[in-house]
């Protein structure tokens, strides 16, 4: 059984400015559990987007080569007719249809153009069965939990004869039971003769499950390894996966650390979407004034959700949890509360939430702090536009004029009027959720100075961010996130970024 | 691309660029109906515009509010004919006094469009249904009170349509035409130099974005359908003086003509971009299509409506335009 199923060799994907995977190499041997790991933005899942077609062939460099037949895919439809099948993690099923009419979409069970309910239902049960699901093949999707969504999933790529299955962090989103469970069907799966790709962050998943991994780093591939033949421990693949080249250059920064500004105790938050998960687990935080604190964790840890229900209880249900301002405890209800304690909050998606696209410059710097612009609810404009021109100059926000609309500017100065209206409210702690996201390297040491000048006038600054040399080379503390729980807390001089790795890949006990 | 050159000499900010073009749109017509006409390139004219489309351009007034949101308001038609309805039955029936009938009716309207802002936000629903359950529910009160129309004969009501104020060179606009101004230069004002003005504009360009810089969303939202509420009655006031009654039928369809002001008028439907300026422009120019119709005299009514729709695409497909280019 050593023959492979699929050979990627020599895949190179190239985004505008962006080398996403350069010369990638990939052997799943036929039947086994082949592991894919590699960091946040290390090019896992455009890898497997080019394997599934939906960056169709012309698109990339390189050669893919499955059961032995070259593959030029145009789209998905190439790709599963082919017998490739792509589970993503955000679930692509339709939640009003039922899970039988989910498992047969675009795929349905008709005679003459007209669908055999009979036939879908019966054969949608044999499927479920075949996954271990537990239900009428006619209950709709809204009303099962993720983790028998995942089986649906699953069920639909069976129901097209797959043969080779991807998964893209399939447990993400599952607590342990219906993980257990998972696991358990790809092995079942695996037995049936059915070869899976899966990308996973939890490491302990990928060491009890995977016949061989793949690391890849920066966009290339770094080693496979066969896990019984190199006896592959956690250590093994951390080491693999980190080591990301030290290319960013960071202006030099002396601390002067003041008293506490903010703590966060025992924070706790539901998700909205899937009753009963928490997605923020127990965490306490201590941001103190004049230090910048970095907060590392891989994707799914809960880093965002932790900061947006901080702010203002923007994101999350059931919040539990004491915020204390300068030692005394607040009540933060909402965003205008956590802006009046002086709390800023700088979003890791700037277009849809940190900016008003279609509006300029001047308004989005004023947006946030308006009441300090304006008497009895009238705007002074004149001071509005004195103190945009005032951040146009100090930020070296790289603009025609105030008047420019923000939609048209390049990140990095996208992200200077973030910063700026942010600046204005006068807040004593800035989260700032991966500031450097989509920023050329230019500017992102402008990014540094500024978040270090804000340091200095003795803010407290808690970065977020993907890119462990960034926290290295910025923060002067780091706490790691893994599973909504804060599993560590280092002070710059002893984090390295395998240690990092380590606490942020650990697993629940 | 921030700007468009004009003859490589004047730039003019892309936000300004649709009011521009309905600007131009405007002379245009004026200055063929003025060349194909006898009599039509007076000042009078234009006046007259002013004073046949008064309440539609108040009614437009409230509407660009709820459009710059990113809403839309179908209830305003109905508001309108229910004022009317409200007004002459209550100065005809009891014999009240219009200082006492008119506060009323704007307090109804406003009331009526603070309900609807609250279920649009407090439920989230969309503004389209709400807007249309309170179109159906205006639309029938107006025939609880009576299925024919009803004259007003309020003396005092009766003067005051009828004043004609004097201007120079033997021009004249009606009170209502005052009115009208009054309420265009406060709302341009509200939404210009004030932090509720801001946040109309803020929703309408990024809701979420809105929401994550502190501003008050829900409250914005509230507001704007209950200014589009009071200035339907105050629209349903002056279609009174210029209809002198009261009728279920009034204002059939007025909803549109506002929507379609607005969005000729350079708003994008999607909110957080637009001028009352160019509503005010977007009234006119459907006005000057009535006139111009009327001054031709051959061609039957029906045509403003296909001169109206005409011009609809191609100012949806300028906003088109409009929007892929600053999202790029």
């Given amino acids: 059984m050593t023959e492979h199923i699929l050979r990627m060799s020599g895949i190179t994907k190239t985004f505008p400015g962006v080398k996403a995977l350069q010369d990638v190499n990939l052997s799943v041997r036929r039947g086994e559990i082949h592991a894919i790991c590699g960091e946040n933005g290390a090019g896992k899942s455009t890898l497997m987007k080019v394997l599934s077609g939906v960056y169709p062939h012309g698109d990339y460099e390189g050669e893919i080569l499955f059961e032995g037949k070259r593959c030029e895919f145009g789209g998905i439809r190439d790709s599963e007719h082919a017998g ?5 993690q955000e679930l692509a099923l ?19 153009g007209v669908i055999d309910w009979n036939r879908t239902n019966y054969e949608a049960a044999a499927l479920m069965k075949r996954v271990g699901l537990q239900e009428n093949p006619t209950t709709t999707i809204a009303d099962i939990g993720v983790g028998k969504q995942q089986l649906v999933e699953i069920a639909k790529a069976l129901s097209k004869e797959v043969r080779l299955l991807i998964l893209d962090e399939p447990t993400a989103a599952l607590n342990d039971d219906d993980s257990a469970h998972l696991l358990d069907l790809l092995r079942g799966l695996r037995d049936e003769g059915i070869t899976c790709v899966i990308i996973s962050h939890k490491l302990n998943e990928v060491i009890a499950i995977a016949d061989s991994v ?78 910048i604190v970095g907060l590392a964790g891989l994707m799914g840890a809960g880093r965002t959700e932790l900061a ?48 008003n696209l279609i509006e300029d410059i001047k308004r989005n710097i004023s947006a946030a702090g308006l009441t300090g612009l ?85 803010k407290a600054v808690l970065v977020i961010s993907s890119e462990l040399p960034e926290l290295l080379g910025l923060c002067d503390r780091i706490y790691t996130l893994s599973e909504g729980r804060i599993t560590g807390e280092v002070p710059r001089q002893e984090a390295t970024q395998e240690s990092l790795m380590h606490l942020m890949t650990k697993g629940q006990e | 691309m921030s700007t468009l050159t004009l003859g490589g000499r004047t730039a003019v900010p892309a936000k300004y660029l649709p009011v521009l073009v309905t600007g131009c749109l405007f002379v245009a017509m004026f200055a063929v109906g003025g060349f194909r006409y006898e009599g039509f390139a007076s000042g009078q004219v ?69 309900v609807m802002g609250y279920i649009v936000h407090a439920f989230d629903i969309q503004p389209f249904i709400v807007t249309l359950a309170g179109m159906f529910l205006a639309r029938g009160l107006c025939y609880t009170i009576g299925t024919d129309s009803i004259p007003i004969r309020d003396p005092t009501f009766t003067a005051f349509a009828q004043t004609r104020i004097d201007l120079f060179a033997d021009l004249w606009i009606s009170p209502s035409v005052v009115i009208a101004v009054v309420v265009v230069v406060v709302a341009a004002y509200v939404l210009h130099y004030t932090r509720f003005g801001r946040s109309v504009y803020a929703a309408g360009g990024s809701e979420q974005s809105a929401l994550l810089m502190g501003l008050p969303v829900g409250r914005t939202k509230i507001t704007v359908y209950t200014v589009s509420g009071f200035c339907s009655a105050l629209g349903g006031v002056l279609l009174s003086f210029y209809m002198l009654s009261g009728y279920g039928l009034h204002a059939a369809g007025m909803e549109l003509d506002a929507i379609a002001a607005v969005v000729i ?64």
Avoid: C
Avoid at chain 1, 255 to 276: C, F, H, K, N
Avoid at chain 1, 436 to 458: P, S
């Fill in chain 1, 308 to 355: 947006m229900s901080v702010f203002g209880r923007a994101w999350g249900v059931h919040i539990s949890g004491k915020l204390f301002k300068d030692g005394k405890p607040i009540d933060v209800r909402n965003v205008q509360d956590a802006i009046r304690h002086g709390i800023a909050y700088a979003t890791e998606d700037r277009k849809r939430y940190g900016l």
């Fill in chain 1, 214 to 291: 793949t690391i890849i780093r920066d966009g290339r591939t770094i080693e496979t390894l066969d896990m019984a033949g190199d006896h592959v421990t956690e250590d093994r693949i951390i080491s693999g996966m980190v080591g990301r080249a030290l290319d960013n250059r960071f202006p030099p920064h002396e601390p002067t650390i003041g008293d506490e500004a903010l703590r966060i105790e025992d924070w706790t938050v539901y998700s909205p979407s899937q009753p009963g998960r928490k997605v923020v687990d127990n965490a306490s935080l201590t941001l103190r004034r004049g230090e």
């Fill in chain 1, 374 to 458: 304006s008497k009895r609810g009238w705007v002074n404009e004149n001071e509005e536009y004195r103190v945009a021109e005032q951040f146009h100059k100090s930020m070296n926000i790289k603009a025609p004029g105030v008047d420019s609309v923000v939609g048209k500017l390049s990140g990095g100065n996208q992200q200077k009027v973030v910063l700026s209206k942010w600046i204005l409210t006068e807040p004593d702690v800035l989260i700032l959720d991966e500031p450097t996201r989509g920023i050329d390297v230019g500017a992102k040491y402008e990014i540094y100075t500024i978040i270090n000048r804000l340091a200095d006038q003795g």
């Fill in chain 2, 46 to 114: 234009i006046l007259n515009v002013f004073i046949d489309n008064a309440f539609l351009l108040v009614v437009a007034v409230g509407m660009t509010f709820v459009i710059l949101t990113g809403g839309i308001d179908l209830s305003v038609g109905s508001v309108v004919a229910l004022s009317t309805m409200i007004s002459a039955s209550l100065m005809e029936g009891p014999g009240w006094p219009p200082y006492l009938v008119i506060p009323l009716v704007l307090a109804i309207g406003s009331g009526l469009g603070l």
């Fill in chain 1, 94 to 112: 339709s939640p009003q249809l039922s899970i039988a009419e989910n498992i047969f979409l675009g795929n349905e069970r008709a005679r003459r």
């Fill in chain 1, 84 to 88: 490739i099948v792509i589970i993503h």
């Fill in chain 2, 265 to 328: 008028g350079g708003t994008l439907l999607t909110g957080g971009s637009g001028f009352l300026f160019g509503t005010v422009l977007g009234v006119l120019v459907l006005g000057l299509i009535q006139t111009i119709i009327i001054f031709e005299g051959t061609l039957l009514s029906w045509w403003t409506k296909i001169f109206i729709g005409m011009l609809l695409f191609v100012f949806i497909l300028l906003q088109r335009l409009f929007s892929a280019r600053s999202r790029r």
